[in-house]
């Protein structure tokens, strides 16, 4: 029986950062490239859901059973993230859920425990999805080199596009990378401590392991993916293993940064994007210790669409022009603060209306076909009562029917909001907010899709709803 990946899907966040931008505010060297950054509505929990929606884009939700989410900056130090992923992409009540974290190679672990969970027949179908917002000290190296990413692998025997043949890990304990609990910034050791003895001699034991394992030599790998704390370690390690210039699969440091868990698997997913059937790619992620796996590449590879990959996200962007702008949507630093919400959420009426709220589910009236959203007893049109069947609309696009611009509701650091009303082919109204857009862009007309993101910290707990926002690259390549 293979057993291997069968979907995959990425994000990368709307706006960036020249690194030369941080530099010059701290009058320091620059590293080459940008970073990404989460939006002021984003957090680890918001974009593995985008990862994951764009890995289900053709998968059975019914046969997903199993959903792991690895990340070292969820949002919640007590309560599922798993468990709110696994509603929010409207799977199944009965999968099972488990969070992974604490540890640089969690992806990969939890890549791993699917791995097992579909080899015991223990789950049909199992999803890895794997997110990181880390922060950094102001004016440290890790600043410029941390990014914000999701990646998300589903993992299964039916229609395989790349098969796991081997796989080998690794411990090794080391005091290199650490953040202790309640601590906002990231601790690294003395450089050449941290490569050497944690990244180099850790990643060099598994990938000589797993070569051993499967009895392969480099030059029979198609593409070697590995980890990378910064710009060129991976490709050194990879020259020093005997692997050539061109079989190192890019890191993504110019564009993305280090994306914390998600990183090995957001490279293993541009990798696939570029494979051809019978590829052999080499995977290994370093965290005190690593993990390593041998994908060979099937010939249902062709199958898949620009819509679950990297590129897509790489070549739509915003960059910051301010530092500032960084320092306060990251909240290292206080903007002025707007008028307070007056109106707080209730837990029961969360839990009641998370269908909508969640799910983002309407209703479908069966008397006379009309579709509502939020999901309403009573029919607008015919005004039948509680005769309808519930429908999900997340996955429809829609154009901006109308809308307003208000340059002082938002905080200080981000003064304008666009309410809007958006409509689907269906004839389906929304009443949304919109984000990642460019105000000049912004009109009657603009194709948008729907993104679930934060709305506002009441209660002493995250209230995330459904937003709009322009269709990432036009939506040419959905």
Known sequence: MKIGI?????????????RTTIASAWERGALKGERSIANNDEDSLTMAVEAATNCLHDVNKQSVDVLYFASTTAPYAEKSSSGLIATVCDLQTAVSTAD?????????????????????????????????????????????????????????????????EFSATVNSEIIDVWRLAGEQYV??????????????QS??????????KSGLNPKDISKVVLS????????????????GETQIQDSAMLQVGNCGTAQPLLMLIAALEDA??????????????????????????VRMTPANGLKRYLTTKNLFSSYNRY????????????????????NAAYWRDQKSILRFYGSKCNNCGTSIFPINRICDTCGSKDNYEEKRFADRQGKVFTYSVDKLAGRSDDPVVIQTVVEDDAGVRYYLLMTDYDQAEVRVGLDVEFTFRKIYEGANYINYFWKCRPVRNGGDLL
């Open 203 to 212: 990643m060099t034991q598994v990938i000589r392991d797993i070569l051993r």
């Open 276 to 301: 051809k059937p019978g590829d052999r790619i080499l995977l290994a992620a370093y965290g005190n210790g690593a993990d390593a796996f041998i994908f060979r590449v099937t010939e249902n590879i």
């Open 327 to 346: 320092l306060s949507f990251r909240e290292l630093v206080e903007p002025v603060q707007g008028e307070p919400f007056r109106l707080f959420p209730s």
């Open 100 to 164: 992974f974290s604490n540890c640089l190679k969690a992806g990969a672990t939890a890549l791993q425990a699917a791995t097992n969970a579909v080899k015991a027949q223990a789950a049909k179908q199992a999803m890895v999805v794997a997110a990181d917002c880390r922060i950094s000290y102001p004016k440290s190296d890790q600043e410029q080199l941390f990014g914000d990413a999701a990646a998300a692998l589903v993992i299964g025997s039916e229609n395989v596009i790349a098969e796991i």
């Open 228 to 243: 990378s704390p910064g710009l060129k370690e991976n490709v050194n390690l990879a020259k020093k293993m005997g692997f």
């Open 6 to 18: 069968t979907s995959m899907g990425a994000y990368v966040p709307y706006y960036r950062i020249s």
């Open 187 to 200: 601790h690294t050791a003395e450089e050449r401590f941290a490569i050497e003895k944690g990244y180099t």
